[in-house]
């Protein structure tokens, strides 16, 4: 059984300095390391592209399975660690929970591993 992700503060995107400039502390080797982990399962990148999709901008637990082949569960349980981590945001409206992605904090995650990505 997999571990579970350790609980982080997820206020605020990854905030760190790139893993290229240097030796990094453990909390913030902890805050990316989280971040990835979330993201290091198919469903989850696949969760994550759909929310970037054209005109996605949000979408309910049923279409988001419905699209992927999951059950409504499946997808809930990985939209849970996606949620722990500050990668998605989820709202309920009246019976349906609409999820979508933060790009600050993937934006953030980005920079940390390269610096030069987003410039």
Same mark, same amino acid.
């Given at each position: 059984m *997999?571990?579970? +992700? *350790?609980?982080?503060?997820?206020? =605020? #995107?990854? @905030?760190c300095a790139p893993v =290229? =400039? !240097? #030796?990094?502390?453990?909390a913030d080797a902890l805050q990316i390391a989280v971040r990835l982990? =979330? /993201?290091a399962d198919p469903a989850r990148v696949k969760i994550v592209s759909y /929310?970037? !999709?054209p005109g996605a901008g949000e979408q309910n637990s049923g279409d988001l399975a419905s699209v992927l082949g999951l059950s409504e569960s499946t997808v809930?349980?990985? +939209?849970s660690q996606l949620r722990k981590? !500050? /990668?998605v945001v989820?709202?309920?409206r009246g019976m349906n929970m609409f999820h979508r992605v933060r790009p600050d904090a993937l934006q953030a995650l980005c920079v940390a591993l390269d610096p030069n990505? @987003?410039?």
């Open positions: *997999p571990k579970a +992700l *350790p609980v982080i503060d997820t206020t =605020a #995107p990854v @905030c =290229a =400039a !240097g #030796p990094m502390s453990d982990k =979330a /993201l /929310l970037f !999709g809930s349980h990985h +939209l981590t !500050g /990668l989820s709202e309920r990505c @987003c410039t």
